[in-house]
Structure formats: structure tokens, C-alpha cells
């Protein structure tokens, strides 16, 4: 069993920045990929971002390359998503995700075993 939390998220303007964490419990974070997904109002959750457990591979949605940058300490079980040049369109609630599978789908959200509670992002134009 994973319980992750995530925090950081706020208000910022465009083109402003913004540092998510997700701190998670366990003993065994490193064998978990971690992903970033986010969702807006009226829209389905996509994919964002994820990370393999040894943090040497990472992935990114299109909308977000260049901008956004996901990383993990193993040593603090934690993973980060460091948000760059912000735009309206970035908007949502963001959730971080764990997923420990013999085949890992990074870009799958049912893929996904644990799921945080969300934190919210707003950018102001």
C-alpha cells in the first residue's frame, strides 16, 4: 500500500513557475513508477509526466515538454514537478500516481495503482 500527498499547487500568473511535490509512505518507493496526471474542469484526466522507479528514464505529454520537468528523490520517497512558463491552459488539478507493475504504461491512468488526493493549479492570464 502506497498513501501519497501532494502540495505546492496555488495561483501564479502566466508565465510564472511553480514546484509540485508528492510525498509518499512506504518502504519501497523506488521500485514505483511515479506519474503526474492533471484534470480540468470538464475535461477527462490526461497524462502530464512520469518517471521510472530509478528516476533515469521520463516522459512528457507534448503540451508540456520544455516546460515542465518531473524528478524524484528516492532517498525522501518523494517525486516533483517543477512548472515552468505557466499558461491559462495549464489549469487544473493535478494528482500524482504510483504504479508497480511487471510492465510499466506510463501514459495509462488506469495503469496507475494509487492515486493522491489532488492539488489545485491556477494560472491567471
Known amino acids: 500500500q502506497v498513501h501519497l500527498v501532494e502540495s505546492g499547487g496555488g495561483l501564479v500568473q502566466a508565465g510564472g513557475s511553480l514546484r509540485l511535490s508528492c510525498a509518499a509512505s512506504?518502504?519501497?518507493?523506488?521500485?514505483?513508477?511515479m506519474g503526474w496526471f492533471r484534470q480540468a474542469p470538464g475535461k477527462e484526466r490526461e497524462f502530464v509526466a512520469a518517471?521510472?522507479?530509478?528516476?533515469?528514464?521520463?516522459y512528457y505529454a507534448d503540451s508540456v515538454k520544455g516546460r515542465l520537468t518531473i524528478s524524484r528523490d528516492n532517498a525522501k520517497n518523494t517525486v516533483y514537478l517543477q512548472m515552468n512558463s505557466l499558461k491559462p491552459e495549464d489549469t487544473a488539478v493535478y494528482y500524482c500516481?504510483?504504479?508497480?507493475?511487471?510492465?510499466?504504461?506510463?501514459?495509462?491512468?488506469?495503469?496507475?495503482?494509487?492515486w493522491g488526493q489532488g492539488t489545485q493549479v491556477t494560472v491567471s492570464s
Open positions: 512506504g518502504r519501497t518507493f523506488s521500485s514505483y513508477a
Open positions: 500516481a504510483a504504479q508497480s507493475r511487471r510492465r510499466i504504461y506510463y501514459y495509462t491512468a488506469s495503469e496507475y495503482n494509487y
Open positions: 518517471i521510472s522507479g530509478n528516476g533515469e528514464s521520463t
